[in-house]
């Protein structure tokens, strides 16, 4: 497995780290996604997509089960990120697997949303 | 979708185009609008550009982008009745709408690409808009009702705080609740004062008002009413119940099913009434209340009733009642037929006054949490509808095991409790020095304490059961809680996590 500096942000409200493992990549985000974690989680997000393209990996993995609260600002960020999933040629497109917490409720409804715009690209994992 | 196919590819290609323009419009619109819910004109102008979208869209055949522009106009009139003021994942699922429109227009003929769910984001915005009426933060005139020492401000957020977060912040009140038994005088009134503003938070935190949701719904069947050509004179008596949020959605879709059906089915149009030599006016009565540790909902009109015969006849046509003894099963029987799935779904609900429309729904959603849903017809007089669900239980049995800082300690009355007087009390736990009250007297004997397959060893003393009231529920997980019992406070153990130390913020330094 192999730490991905590129995906590590770190604040005392947010915090993103992110490893790949052989064709998974996977992300961990933590904390409280509001207002103050918008740029930071763009820009996570973007490497992300640079670095599974890179790594040409099956997979990503997000893990959402620390996430406290991500607000809808922030949650845009995924559906651009999915669109440009979307967009790539058939052969370069990875999975995306949400892993969340069923206790939260945000988590269910948002992902529930998110998987109905890209069912075949995104499971969602409680 | 092929009838889009027919049409020339310019007048396709013409409306791509303008309507990828549109979509642009409403999003910048849609943002502007969360964070200045006023600018009326701005209101207007996306209201105007979707409703033309759709238009549009029906022109060329893309029948999805239209259905789907119908959906996403129900969520934009909801939102600006609201002024803008909407959930987190209402906002959420008003963008996805749109790129998911943005897809469909890029399409060839407008319809869904494979690998989206439509039907499923269809339904998710349906639960997205319930959620959000359940939730909407409470009228001004009816908050007044609300009991003092509540934060709406905090509680309007409610749906975005999770259970876990709520354990955590009880488990927080209960370190310091712990912290104050041990602190000298002047710091221990100081963190009793800041328990009890916890304890009193997180109280506030996990229930919502029932009132407001109800008021709504029910002056919402009231317009139904005169979109009917009825009157209706509706009398509200709702004392202000606080409710967990499950149980205020399952009164409120109960609800909703049952004031539809009065409005719709029950109360007859004026000229019928007027036969009937009954007041032009028909009245709808919603009333509330709770009845200890149950909240009950009443919904009664006075129109026609239930047709009793009707439904007799109709549960014959389905099979439910043999044709031969139909009519001498009882009255009560024939009610709960009301209640089948599906009963009233295959025909025309005026033919049984339409009151099995939703109520298995209804049923379900309060039977789910333990409640309930009757029904009480008077021919020609009207219909009551009783709803009953229990409110978050506080009250539980315990057992006192011992004391602590001065406190008694106790377990909650579900574990079995036996002394074993042989077994060496330095190999059982001393719930004092676990929870870092003291070093432990080493007084008492060992306690097993017996639930399914966990087993918990002890130091204590058993004298008795007791009735208690949870102060500040924290998790099972969690070691210890605060209770109330006739006497006072006491703290409660909880057994399963005591077999490994609490963190270090559940211990009193």
């Known amino acids: 497995m192999t730490e991905l500096s590129s995906l590590s942000f770190s604040s005392p409200n947010f915090g993103a780290s992110g490893s790949v493992d052989g064709k998974t990549l996977t992300i961990a985000l933590s904390g409280n996604a509001d207002l103050g974690a918008l ?21 990503v993995a997000v893990d959402l089960r620390k996430l406290e609260f991500m607000n809808s600002s922030c949650f845009k960020n995924f559906v651009s990120w999915i669109g440009k999933v979307q967009e790539l040629d058939g052969t370069k497109q990875y999975r995306i697997r949400f892993v969340s917490n069923a206790e939260i409720l945000w988590q269910r409804r948002s992902l529930h949303a998110l998987q109905c715009f890209a069912a075949q690209l995104i499971t969602v994992e409680t | 979708m092929t009838a889009g196919m027919a049409l020339p590819e310019k007048i396709v290609a013409r409306f791509r185009g303008v309507a990828l323009e549109r ?39 893309f029948a999805e982008v239209a259905s789907l522009c119908h959906k996403l106009e129900d969520l934009l009139f909801f939102a600006h009745g609201r002024r803008y003021q909407v959930p987190e994942n209402f906002d959420l699922v008003v963008t996805i709408a749109l790129r ?38 409470p009228a001004p005139a009816i908050e007044k009702t609300n009991s003092g020492g509540t934060h709406p401000s905090v509680r309007e957020r409610i749906d975005r705080l999770s259970y876990t977060t709520l354990h955590a912040f009880a488990e927080a009140a209960t370190a310091v609740y712990l912290e104050h038994l041990l602190a000298e005088e002047r710091s221990r009134a100081r963190l009793r004062k800041t328990w009890q503003g916890l304890r009193d938070l997180i109280a506030s935190l996990q229930t919502v008002p029932l009132t407001p949701d109800l008021a709504r719904r029910a002056r919402s069947a009231v317009e139904l009413a005169r979109d009917l050509k009825k009157k209706v004179d509706l009398v509200l008596e709702l004392e202000d119940v606080q409710v967990p949020p499950a149980v205020a959605e399952a009164i409120g879709t109960a609800a909703l099913h049952a004031l539809r059906n009065a409005v719709d089915h029950g109360i007859e149009p004026p000229d019928a009434r007027e036969h009937a030599r009954k007041p032009f006016e028909g009245k709808l009565h919603v009333r509330a209340r709770k009845l200890g540790e149950t909240v009950e909902v009443v919904i009664e009109d006075d129109g026609g009733g239930i047709d009793l015969e009707a439904v007799r006849k109709r549960a014959v046509d389905l099979g439910l009642l043999p044709a031969a003894s139909a009519e001498a099963v009882p009255e009560r029987t024939v009610f709960e037929l009301l209640f089948e799935p599906g009963f ?10 339409g009151r099995g429309v939703g109520l298995d729904a209804a049923r379900t959603a309060l039977s789910r949490l333990g409640g309930s849903i009757d029904l009480h017809t008077r021919p020609g007089l009207g219909t009551t509808v009783v709803m009953r669900a229990p409110l978050q239980s506080l009250s539980l049995e315990v057992l006192l095991v011992g004391d602590a800082a001065g406190l008694p300690i106790a ?39 017996d639930k399914e397959a966990t087993v918990v060893r002890i130091v204590g003393a058993p004298s008795g059961r007791l009735a208690a009231e949870r102060l500040c529920p924290t998790g099972d997980y969690y070691p210890v809680e605060v209770i109330r019992l006739a006497t006072g406070e006491a703290l409660l153990l909880h057994p399963s996590a005591l077999i490994k130390p609490p963190d270090s913020g559940a211990r009193a330094a």
């Open chain 1, 39 to 59: 740029a930071p989680l763009e820009k996570v997000l973007a490497s992300l997509h640079q670095e599974a393209e890179t790594a040409a990996v099956a997979e």
């Open chain 2, 23 to 61: 979509l642009e419009r409403i999003e910048a619109g849609w943002l502007e609008l969360t964070r200045f819910p006023d600018d009326a004109e701005r209101a207007d102008e996306i209201r105007r550009e979707l409703h033309t979208l759709k238009g549009d869209a029906r022109v060329v055949a």
């Open chain 2, 100 to 137: 998911f429109i943005a897809i469909l227009v890029r399409q060839k003929d407008g319809a869904t690409q494979s690998g989206i769910d439509l039907d499923g984001f269809r339904k998710q915005i349906d639960e997205v808009l319930r959620d959000a009426q359940s939730f909407e933060a």
């Open chain 2, 344 to 353: 009233s779904t295959h025909r025309d609900v005026d033919e049984t006054s």
């Open chain 2, 411 to 449: 377990v909650p009355g579900s574990w079995s409790v036996a002394e074993e007087p042989n077994a060496p009390v330095a190999e059982a736990i001393d719930p004092t020095a676990f929870l870092g009250l003291g070093t432990g007297s080493g007084a008492g004997t060992v306690l097993r304490l």
